[in-house]
């Protein structure tokens, strides 16, 4: 029995639900709120000690981080669609965009999303309530997001930002240049990385950065992933977040 | 034919090397001076355009980044010795790992070895020599830790790195208190990855954290992994650095 807590279908949750969906591949949707952050309760850190969705509960085995349950899916349900090349190098090819979205980009649009909606939220917390609330929250640098969230991220953090999502738009589009998917002929666990981690709104969150105009096979490439049966299905799934602050995916700003 | 670009038996090069010589590969090893800057050199540059060791050619097919050479050589070589767990659950384990490493442990024992090592070095370049030198490197982030290991890094950036290396012994320890090996019950590439990216010298690099004091299953597991003959055979790979400067390895302070 596979069963996937998750919060709204944006980001790392997005991640492993189009896993699922593109494999269709049935399982138990657990929602949680993070808006009520139940990601830091104590039933939800005894299942993942870092206090982070998505997790995976496969009869009764617990998988964390979104990039290592899309390969575990793949290395766990052979028979199901692949969403990985199958030769060594495509697999290579997809790694190292996996590597570059989580460590090189997913970060930094996520700095522009707490930026814009967690720093209005964090502001809405009473200090004493504030501070309760960071106790809870198990892992140190999310802590410290936190902190800074309320605080305010400064010019020249939000500025490093929008150079490293510049760099990825760039290196994205060389690659879609050259090859329909990130990883070469076959859509991946890459192209889904870099989807749910920001690729699917960077013209509505960085306007500035004209992405329609200098990113033309990006722009197509965004038309044939969203497009897909098992990528709206998951798009469809709920969203909790209030209208007014659903800035991740470039709503608003 | 296997022909890996590399410098010392140091860190992301020692990573790839242990692979190749734990699978018993033969491969053709070109040595890349970084003392020379050579990784900065036009015809480096041109196989990988980040400049940064190790890259693996494969018959003409270049692969960069050694976390991903690691689970190549894998799929690649599938009849070689493998090092990656036989099931899926051992798979996600191992690239749990592999992410923690390279997120949260590699770039915070490099800080230390740059503040001990490479600052000497780029404080010993004449200031227009040492502009001409960062003007020839294509990676952003390194031209500012090359930038910064002359200025010099803060106390507040040191402590923090520190406090990272010290979290990841707990895990370590935590895990090796209930697995003979990081990843379950074989060696596997998350061992690799956490020796090379400094596991092999904590001890030593951090007197102060009292390794051998408090994390008896990491010691235990260093002298299981440092006598194996493949590990010996890497170790044993021409070093070049001034032995002065050895303090990656943390034969100085």
Redesign the interface.
Known sequence: MLKLYHAEPRANSLKALLCFQEKNLPFQSVYVDLHKFEQHESWFVALNPEGQVPVLDHDG?I???S???G??LE??FPQAPPLRPAD??G??RM??WN?FC??HFMNYVSMHGWHRMVSIIARSIEGGEFEKLLARIPL?EQREKWRTARSGFSEADLSNAT?KVS?AIDRVEQQLAQTPWLAGDSYSLADINFYSSGGMALHRLFPELQVEKIAPNLMRWLERVSTRPGVQAALNMPDHTNPALRTFAGEQR
């Open positions: 085995v998988i964390t981080q990039t290592v349950i390969e575990y290395d766990a060594p190098v697999r290579a790694r190292q590597k989580d460590e140190h150079r760099v």
